[in-house]
């Protein structure tokens, strides 16, 4: 690293095997890659190339085969399933594809659960006030299903932002939304980066959702194979469309 900002996470030589020792293989190859503060990048790349392994290393929710994971100044690899969690409830937030809202709670309980979790006691205020942000009033004693599809992804972002976390990790979190809802979800994220200064990484399998991002990597057979800066959602719909040739043996990751 040269110097400059410090990432917010900067994975090093990171791979993942899965299965037996013997049958076994490489789910994520020699991956080194940084996220710097208040940046946005998405990881796209075909389906079953690794975006959620990789996601869930650099997250502290998986345990790489190889490499480590540092979370600005701290390494997390290797550090105990207790400490790890602590690490993650105070410095990471987490959206999903599925909204993973409990359902018996309401709205608010929801929201401040990950911050009851790392022993807070957020006020009904600032929970009202977190909801606003992202656009939801007079939710808050409502429950999950109540709300529509669109509406629980934004509690979901709340619950994310609700701690003030120096990263946001995010998994197809707008894949099983219709394009508008999408886009909304999408600038509350880049609103997050540009307004509060978080660090989002996002995977996705959407060139417009990618396109949201101020980077792009692209991942093909658990290895990084491009890097965008800022691409339109036609850049990324021809980068992945040039991956389907076979990986000459060779091959350089960029
Ligand atoms: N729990 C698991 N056990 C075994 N193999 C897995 C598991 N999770 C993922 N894999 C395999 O690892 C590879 C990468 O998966 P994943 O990271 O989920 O890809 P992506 O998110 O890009 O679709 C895939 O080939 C997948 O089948
Ligand atoms: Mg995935």
Redesign the pocket.
Known sequence: MEGAATAAVAVEGLS?R??SVRRG?E??SDITAQFLPATFTAIV????????????CAAGLDRPTRGTVRWQDQEITGMGERRLARMRGEHAGFVFQSHNLLPDLTIAQNTALPARLTGRRPSPAAVREALSRVGLDDVEHRRPAELSGGQQQRVVIARALFTRPRVVFA??PTSALDRCTADAVLGLLRGAVDQEGRTVVL?T?DPVAAATADRVLV?DR?RVRAELHRPTPQQVTDRLAALQGPVAPREVPV
């Open positions: 993942r899965r299965g293989r789910v994520l790349g075909p389906s079953g190339s690794g975006k959620s392994t990789l996601l869930n998994d197809e995977v399998h991942l658990g």
